[in-house]
């Protein structure tokens, strides 16, 4: 299962929150959270082939351009599953990941979801029902390792094309 996670700059590693505007940019191995994954991933026979990473005041400036070029990018690298997340209770970050999941699932053959955590109210009300969000703690928060594991479930019921309504009351909002 080829796997493209995409991050904000927080999660790729490049930079804080201070350094939002990042540009767009790619790595063809695992950075941030797809390495503390890789255990979860093997269980699934899972690879992450690519991180697209896009700073979260990049993607704010002009979010439909940023989507689209994500999108482009995923359509081109034509993987299995796109992970957007997980964005924990970085606000912007989570806007970022539900849009470009729903977007993904629209307009390429990827199957995408995200993955943030409760903090993110008003994400999570706005596109719960229109693209899957796994439950993950919040920053520095318990439960990482599960939410990691649940992630990807996830990614395996998408790629295998599941059924994933039971899957998603288990361990999305």
């Known amino acids: 299962?080829?796997?493209?996670?995409?991050?904000?700059?927080?999660?790729?590693?490049?930079?804080?929150?201070?350094?939002?505007?990042?540009?767009?940019?790619g790595k063809k191995e695992?950075?941030?959270?797809?390495?503390?994954?890789e255990p979860f991933l093997k269980e699934v026979d899972g690879h992450v082939v690519a991180c697209l990473c896009c700073g979260s005041g990049t993607y704010l400036a002009d979010p439909d351009e940023v989507s689209r070029k994500l999108c482009a990018m995923v359509n081109k690298l034509n993987p299995d599953v796109v992970i957007?997340?997980?964005?924990?209770?970085?606000a912007d970050y989570a806007a970022m990941s539900a849009r470009v999941a729903c977007d993904v699932?629209?307009?390429?053959?990827?199957?995408?979801f995200a993955a943030m955590s409760v903090e993110n109210a008003d994400t999570i009300q706005a596109y719960k029902d229109r693209v899957a969000i796994v439950r993950t703690p919040k920053k520095g928060g318990s439960g990482l390792n599960d939410a990691l594991h649940n992630i990807c479930r996830m990614a395996k019921a998408l790629a295998d094309g599941q059924d994933t309504a039971q899957l998603k009351q288990e361990i999305c909002f």
């Not at 695992?30 to 994954?37: Q, R």
């Open 1 to 25: 299962m080829k796997i493209i996670m995409i991050f904000d700059q927080i999660q790729a590693g490049l930079g804080s929150k201070d350094d939002a505007m990042v540009p767009l940019t």
């Open 30 to 37: 695992p950075v941030g959270p797809a390495v503390m994954m």
């Open 84 to 90: 957007c997340g997980p964005a924990f209770n970085y």
């Open 105 to 112: 699932n629209s307009t390429t053959k990827s199957r995408a």
